[in-house]
């Protein structure tokens, strides 16, 4: 009980901490999310591109493709807290120690390690589409980028929904390393309370719970949202407009 009451004592007296902390653990990894999605999407459109027959476009078109593998191995095969020191510090060091804003810099590291991650899913999920869609599409006139934006990434989105919504969870739980340069997260709001009232495993217990609140909240609504995306279950396709007849009924199954 004398536990319990001393939870209750640390969500009472420092949720405003807690609730900042939430705050800009949200902030930070909704954006980098969206962010590292945007640059999935530019990468893996440059990425799965045919080659140009001009022979300049063809070699600055392969020099890129070079330039996107060495970002992607590089940064899904280091540490984010290593590339959060890393950007950090080495921008004061070329800026004569003048640092980058906290949070800006929290979302610029959580953005460019989510975009590598990202790029592989981009070019997975459109991958994964036929390739008669893109056949289909160049047949009634389209061009290779407005096949791949009216036809080709809105079935790829739709596949790799799922591991863009895992995601955006797992930011939400590796913002805690930002901590390292000083980004007022979760993670850091649970040490500034504990050396303020000495509470070590009362205090971390809170940040465990609401770290699990905000994964589980989120994943039950990234599912509803797929979940809209599939569409009814069941349906009718139409195989005359005059015969009722050629209608075909699809049944979802039990």
Not at 29 to 53: E, Y
Not at 112 to 127: L, S
Request: with cysteine.
């Amino acid at each position: 009980m004398e536990f319990l009451s001393q939870v209750v004592n640390i969500v009472t007296k420092y949720h405003e901490l807690l609730l900042r902390g939430v705050g800009y653990t949200m902030l930070i990894a909704l954006i980098g999310t969206l962010a590292g999605l945007l640059i999935g999407l530019l990468t893996g459109m440059i990425r799965t591109a045919p080659l140009s027959k001009n022979s300049v476009f063809r070699v600055l078109h392969k020099i890129l493709n070079a330039v996107i593998a060495v970002y992607i191995e590089v940064f899904r095969g280091t540490p984010m807290m290593v590339q959060a020191m890393v950007i950090f510090w080495g921008y004061a060091f070329l800026n004569g120690g003048n640092t980058l804003p906290l949070i800006p810099a929290g979302i610029f590291i959580v953005s460019i390690n989510t975009g590598a991650y990202m790029a592989e899913i981009v070019r997975g999920g459109i991958i994964s589409v036929d390739r008669g869609q893109m056949e289909g599409a160049c047949s009634v006139g389209m061009t290779h980028m407005q096949a791949m934006i009216h036809v080709i990434l809105p079935q790829a989105m739709r596949n790799i929904l799922p591991s863009v919504s895992n995601e955006f969870v797992i930011n939400i739980k590796d913002t805690s390393v930002l901590n390292v340069i000083g980004v007022m997260e979760l993670y850091y709001m649970a040490g500034v309370i504990n050396r303020i009232n000495l509470q070590i495993f009362q205090t971390y217990a809170v940040i465990c719970i609401l770290y699990f609140v905000l994964t589980f909240t989120v994943t039950r609504l990234l599912r509803l949202a797929e979940k809209k995306l599939e569409g009814a279950g069941n349906y009718t396709i139409c195989g005359s407009q005059s015969d009722p007849a050629a209608e075909i009924h699809i049944l979802k199954e039990a």
